[in-house]
DNA sequence: TCACAAAATAACAAAAATTCTGTTGCGTTT
DNA sequence: AAACGCAACAGAATTTTTGTTATTTTGTGA
């Protein structure tokens, strides 16, 4: 088990336990105290968790459930089966927009796959993994650079955004709510509201587990996207709901071999 | 010496020379032809020069002269004590702008040293440095993406720039003849201008050795800028130039101790 | 076209550099 | 006073770099 596998586990630790005690984490794993010290003044450093005397906490549903370098290394299975659904519907030649989040990181830089492309993204990770590749003419919105959601936001990319046009814009989301789509962040809802304006089609992106989830801000109705891609099916409510609303909702994971 | 310093110093080699024979090189460095094959075959992928049979070479003036890795290599010590000069002019809590190209992301790195402050910049490298710096705000002028020039550029660029204002703009040249300022890509130039526009003082960032030189497309009067700053002592008939026409020249190195 | 020498490459092993860990000692916190 | 955090050093484990040898490719001249 290598460093970065120990503080992965750390990170399921704290997510599950809430706080994680250093002796019992040396003991774990199997290391001295120091290591763990370590490992923790990483992990604070990174600002995903808390050092304490003694171990480390996690301020649950804050930071933490924000922090994008955790959410990278989540679910990336499923990430990857998204992206690969998302990416039939692009054909070489097209616009393609691309907003801010892990999920549309992995989407993002599997584009090189539908080359020649125009990517249009807010999206740091997607800006750095694009830009140098030949056959993709990156254009970037701007903004103000924001670590918590490693992408750029405010009125310099809603500005951009609202002078550009796409075929198709690829929105991911962190809670579908019934017909309502949600996110916590305010700077956010309005640079995704402005990419669905600019995206001739837009399709939703959403983890099959935030479904039947809210979040403080209402960011669209989901009868404003043209489908919805899940990676696996959600709970029966909510395909109930889409169903009734007569949205086209997309498994990736019934698409493949 | 180390593999970097190694591979430089063949690139130095490159430059004076045109092309390198590897057997030579072998012995100069003594290493064995092996290692001089992979630091031949890195600078190749790096794109900066051809391997041939027996050696290497750079077909002078083209993509080489244009590459911004290796230019990013180059004078780093007279790009460094520029930076020192331009950053006494800074002061935290001010806003300042940077543009593209090498010299400018030296500065735009350390412009940290200097926090608060808000940077706006096109340049791709200032923005991989200072994302995740705490207390910079950073904000990205958006644009399409060059590779050849590591920034981003375009309508979407200059439509930014004309939104925002900053306290100072940093701006870099490669030509100054006489009065006027020089760059060889129209694209540039025009996101150049947008950034002077856009500063309350602007100044002017020149190599001693980029006097008396011309390009292409006209950038500006030298008039336009606050004060000039070089590294060291351009030659003698644009020091006259500039004091004639009564512009402040600012020549870093005999700032320094 | 063929042969052959020189050069390029691949694969493995040794060496060097870097990163990671544990220990110890000392100052802090509870 | 006991437990904890932290800094500094040294040894261990990894990774990177390098050299050697064997094999393949390339260019040249007959």
Redesign the interface.
């Known amino acids: 088990m290598k460093r970065e596998d120990r503080k992965q586990a750390i990170m399921d630790l704290l997510i599950s336990e809430g706080a994680v005690d250093l002796e019992d984490l040396a003991q774990r794993f199997a290391v001295s105290k120091m290591t763990i010290h370590r490992d923790l003044d990483d992990l604070e450093a990174a600002g995903v968790m808390r050092k304490i005397r003694g171990g480390g906490t996690i301020d649950a549903g804050t930071q933490f459930e924000s922090d994008f370098r955790f959410r990278a290394q989540q679910d990336r299975d499923a990430k990857n089966i998204m992206a690969q659904a998302a990416l039939a519907l692009v054909e070489p030649g097209m616009t393609v927009m691309i907003n801010d989040g892990s999920m549309a990181a992995i989407l993002g830089a599997r584009l090189v796959e539908k080359r020649p492309l125009t990517v249009i993204t807010?999206n740091?990770a997607v800006?750095?993994a694009?830009?140098?590749e030949g056959g993709i003419?990156?254009?970037?919105?701007?903004?103000?650079?924001s670590?918590k959601f490693?992408g750029?936001f405010?009125?310099?990319?809603e500005?951009?955004l609202s002078?550009?046009r796409a075929d198709i814009a690829f929105i991911s989301a962190p809670a579908v709510a019934g017909v309502e789509v949600f996110h916590m962040d305010e700077t956010i809802v309005r640079a995704k509201r402005a990419m669905m304006a600019a995206g001739t089609k837009t399709y939703l992106l959403v983890h099959h587990s935030r479904f039947g989830r809210t979040a403080l801000h209402k960011l669209a109705d989901i009868s404003e996207f043209e489908a919805v891609i899940t990676d696996t099916a959600p709970e029966p409510a909510s395909i109930t709901a889409l169903t009734q609303a007569k949205i086209s909702l997309t498994v990736a994971a019934e698409q493949e071999g």
Request: net charge neutral.
């Open positions: 807010n740091a800006i750095d694009l830009k140098g003419t990156l254009i970037a919105t701007g903004g103000a650079y670590a490693n750029f405010g009125m310099v990319t500005a951009t002078a550009l």
